[in-house]
């Protein structure tokens, strides 16, 4: 299986603070890209970082790329409630993406 | 622009019926996926179209069939519904372009 492999399992915080995630894989990819899912919904893309780059940004997100190690991380910054759900890597190849499990995160108020 | 689109949201069987999943997509993607989700497992891939008149196997094919009815349409199939195959289904299409995903709300079945 070329899953990634998300860590923690579950994540708690207070709203205004940091949230990191990781995820680690052990086969070669073509990209690793990350999505959100609110409870009950489908996934929603948040961000996709390729296997030459080792650092993307969106709003406030941050994405990083370790290809050596095989391990990508996730920050949210200044988190909000609506924040809360859970997020999945997924790694890309051959025109599959392949899920993780997952990190749930909770942001308190 | 409904994105991607499934039918039905919820759906109960008992073991031995057959069901048909529908999807469809009005983003003129080419490629178009289904996935099954389960409490601790996160999603492993059915099958998937990469293109219209193309489907292959995805990580747990076994019990299911797929239809690439059109460019538009995905269809998925349990000929013999298990109580195993309770899941919360979801399809997804992507561009050809483009490796990110779009996924549907997702149905949910139980298998009694």
């Known amino acids: 299986s070329q899953q990634g492999e998300e860590d923690p399992q579950a994540l708690s915080i207070q709203e205004g603070e940091n949230a990191t995630m990781n995820c680690s894989y052990k086969t070669s990819i073509n990209n690793l890209q990350w999505y959100r899912q609110n409870s009950g919904r489908g996934l929603v893309h948040l961000i996709l970082?390729?296997?030459?780059?080792r650092e993307k940004h969106s709003g406030r997100l941050r994405v990083t790329l370790d290809t050596s190690k095989k391990s990508s991380s996730l920050l949210i910054t200044a988190s909000r409630a609506a924040d809360t759900a859970s997020y999945f890597c997924?790694?890309?190849?051959?025109?599959?993406?392949?899920f993780g499990a997952g990190t749930t995160v909770t942001v308190r108020a | 622009n409904a994105g991607v689109t499934q039918t039905p949201k919820f759906q109960v069987l008992k073991t031995g019926q057959s069901m048909t999943l529908q999807c469809a997509q009005d983003m003129n993607h080419n490629s178009m996926y289904w996935y099954r989700q389960d409490p601790g497992m996160g999603l492993r891939l059915i099958y998937y179209s990469a293109s219209e008149g193309t489907t292959d196997k995805g990580e747990v094919p076994n019990g299911y069939n797929v239809s690439r009815l059109n460019k538009r349409e995905f269809s998925l199939r349990l000929e013999s519904a298990a109580p195993s195959q309770t899941s919360v289904y979801f399809c997804?299409?992507?561009?050809?372009?483009?490796?990110?995903?779009?996924f549907g709300s997702g149905t949910q079945l139980s298998v009694l």
């Open positions: 997804a299409s992507r561009r050809v372009s483009n490796e990110k995903l779009f």
């Open positions: 970082i390729r296997s030459n780059e």
């Open positions: 997924a790694l890309y190849n051959d025109y599959k993406l392949s």
